[in-house]
């Protein structure tokens, strides 16, 4: 059984500081979104109860990646895949980063099946997996809550706002798992201290055939709610209550 | 010079963070009423490789380093001091054994206890001493190929739990203190029911009672009349285990007046509108970090000693240090807290109790700074 699981490098969202009412970036560590680390998860326990197969974590992102991997690779990924590139990948926008990981996914041999995060830990557009799974030409099927290997089928459990469905879907498939699917394994001492031991292919983004228009960036402009104007008006008894109301055309005359 | 923590170095920092929130948080509060650590934690600490973490992989350790311990002690002890504190007796036991042991007792006594599956002990002090070696009673008398312990040691750590405890008692032959490893529950073996101590619930104090226990010669560490030097260098590593639960003692007083001190609300503001109040946290986050430098830079010395005395000095340097401002900075912290500070539902108060600790173990203030002089001036 061979797994890929797709893992987006973001800030570590416990070590981010505010100032002025903004994020600072700068010198934050770098981590996986837990989502993220919850496919890693399901693709451990699926391999683990298959008793053979590999998990192969495809990234794409800056250079700190050959770094921050070696978490997934503690955690129980066998190899990585990393596409790097100093800053092009940052802020890329999802069509971009979608054709990237499709790009390195098509290098790998005999995929059963790839796990996504339903959204990533940082922009949570939850594009990614259907992205990649149109672009590979393949079935998808989102928020998975419990994922179990028939022969040449996964029967998914997908958890909804008010229903459950369960599904079933030939593989190779994309599968989106949800939060909820497990508790992603904590590493011991000895996975970490090895992780940076396993097997890693890293690729320069400019090597792979993505054609022209790879350099679309999200530019952010605010992270604020936007900003609505209060009037402030006091009162000090009910009827003037009722006054103001009236004055501002909130309730009738 | 870097100061910077490398990604493995981060991991394990996380991943002990990660286990004490989880595992260890839902459950501190009853370690705290009981004085008791459930089974659950030590096999989860066992799991993670928490108990070998500093040791090489061959004696069943993680290859983590002092410096992987320390961070994970840290944490660990910010959530419950008296679970850093079973594995800092622990660990000082390993690192003695470590740094004294034969090829075959490391094999022998360390690697259980690298896994988990012991939990180690020193018994030096005693009801007459605990920081003067030639005051020791306990006696090894030799018989053959044998020795037979007699005597109770006072105040050790983890003695109730399964596994090997190096005792250091004087012996017939030298008549100097001896150390040996010995086998907790072996004839003879007997303890006294938990100290009730001021703080550090959970990590459990209690005398041991050696009646007539046969320890075979080929038990002794480091050779006999070595228990003094073997004391010295096994504490010195032991001094890393302490600071670092003081560091983890000085991180959560660190964050619980932060909180408080955001929270408490004067006249609508926040208290940290109050200089005073400021340059208590001021104060708290400076003395926080020069112990947490001076820490992590003892326990990179120790992953490679070259000379004892000098890490011996650097020891009792840090521990001196450490070991007070934790209660300086603690008393910043309740301070902050004002009356709600002495509430035992303000985490504060804990740490009030666990932080007068550190200065009294492990070698009590005096007795490092009468170390570390006697190096300066070249007296050891
Ligand atoms: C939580 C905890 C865990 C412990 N775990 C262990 C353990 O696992 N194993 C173990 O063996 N012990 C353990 N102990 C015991 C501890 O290490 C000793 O109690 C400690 O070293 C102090 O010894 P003492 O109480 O006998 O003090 P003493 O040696 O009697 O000292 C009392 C005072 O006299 C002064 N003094 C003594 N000698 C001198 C000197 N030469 N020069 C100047 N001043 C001096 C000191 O300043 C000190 O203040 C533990 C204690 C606690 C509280």
Redesign the interface.
């Known amino acids: 059984m061979n797994l890929v699981v797709a893992m987006k490098q973001i800030p570590d969202l416990q070590q981010i500081r505010f100032s002025n009412r903004r994020p600072v970036l700068a010198d934050v560590?770098k981590s996986f979104g837990n989502i993220d680390k919850n496919a890693l998860e399901a693709a451990v326990l699926i391999k683990e109860s298959y008793g053979d197969g590999k998990v192969t974590v495809v990234s794409a992102g800056n250079e700190e990646l050959e770094?921050?991997i070696?978490?997934a690779l503690?955690a129980g990924a066998d190899e990585a895949f990393l596409i790097t590139d100093d800053n092009a990948l940052d802020d890329a926008d999802s069509s971009i980063v979608a054709q990237v990981l499709t790009e390195a996914i098509k290098q790998l041999e005999d995929v059963d099946l790839l796990l996504f995060g339903e959204g990533s830990g940082d922009n949570y557009s939850g594009q990614m997996g259907p992205r990649v799974a149109k672009l590979l030409d393949l079935p998808m099927v989102g928020y998975a809550s419990a994922i179990e290997i028939k022969g040449d089928t996964a029967i998914v459990v997908r958890t909804l706002e008010d229903v459950e469905e369960v599904v079933e879907v030939s593989l190779p498939a994309v599968i989106t798992v949800q939060s909820g699917i497990n508790e992603p394994r904590?590493?011991?001492?000895?996975q970490?201290?090895k992780?940076?031991r396993k097997p890693k292919t890293v690729q320069d983004l400019e090597d792979l055939d993505l054609g022209s228009d790879h350099k679309n960036q999200v530019v952010t402009i605010d992270i604020l709610a936007p900003e609505s104007n209060r009037k402030q008006i006091k009162v000090n008894n009910a009827s003037q209550l009722l006054d103001a109301l009236k004055n501002e055309n909130l309730i009738g005359g | 010079m870097d100061f910077s923590l490398s990604k493995e170095q981060l991991m394990i920092q996380n991943m002990a963070r990660e286990f004490a929130e989880k595992s260890i948080l839902p459950v501190a509060q009853q370690i705290e009423r009981e004085n008791q650590i459930p089974d659950e934690i030590l096999e989860g600490l066992a799991g993670l490789g928490l108990f070998g973490i500093a040791y090489p992989e061959e004696y069943g350790g993680g290859g983590g380093g002092y410096d992987g311990y320390a961070l994970a002690m840290e944490q660990i002890s910010k959530v419950c001091g008296g679970v850093a504190m079973t594995l800092s007796a622990h660990c000082m036991t390993l690192s003695t054994i470590m740094a004294f042991g034969t090829e075959e007792q490391k094999q022998k006594y360390m690697t259980p206890g690298c896994i988990g599956e012991h939990v180690l002990s020193v018994a030096f002090t005693e009801p007459s001493t605990g920081s003067d070696p030639k005051q020791l009673t306990s006696t090894a008398v030799k018989q053959g190929d044998k020795y037979i312990l007699n005597g109770t040691k006072r105040f050790i750590s983890n003695a109730n739990w399964p596994g090997t405890i190096l005792v250091f008692a004087i012996d017939s032959v030298t008549n100097k203190p001896t150390a040996f490893l010995v086998d907790k529950w072996c004839e003879g073996y007997s303890i006294s029911e938990p100290w009730d101590k001021i703080g550090m619930h959970g990590g459990m104090l209690l005398d041991v009672y050696m009646k007539d226990i046969e320890v075979p010669a080929e038990n002794i560490l480091g050779g006999p009349a070595m228990g003094y030097p073997i004391l010295q260098l096994g504490i010195s590593y032991g001094k890393i285990g302490v600071c670092s639960i003081t560091l983890g003692a000085m991180l959560s007083a660190y964050e619980e007046a932060m909180k408080y001190a955001r929270e408490k609300m004067h006249r609508d503001k926040p208290i940290t509108k109050f200089q005073a109040v400021q340059l208590r946290l001021a104060s708290i986050a400076s003395l926080y970090e020069a112990s947490r430098w001076m820490t992590y830079r003892l326990a990179w010395l120790a992953n490679n000693v070259k000379d004892p005395v000098q890490f011996a000095k650097e020891a009792a340097l840090t521990k001196t240090f450490v070991g007070e401002t934790v209660i300086d900075l603690v008393r910043d912290a309740m301070a902050i807290h004002g009356s709600y500070g002495l509430i035992n539902d303000y985490k504060i108060s804990q740490l009030w109790r666990d932080s007068i600790i550190a200065p009294q173990i492990e070698g009590v203030t005096d007795m490092q700074k009468t170390i570390a002089a006697a190096v300066l001036l070249g007296a050891i």
């Not at chain 1, 904590?186 to 000895?190: A, E, F, L, Y």
């Open positions: 560590p770094d921050t070696k978490e503690a904590i590493p011991s001492v000895t970490i201290l992780a940076g």
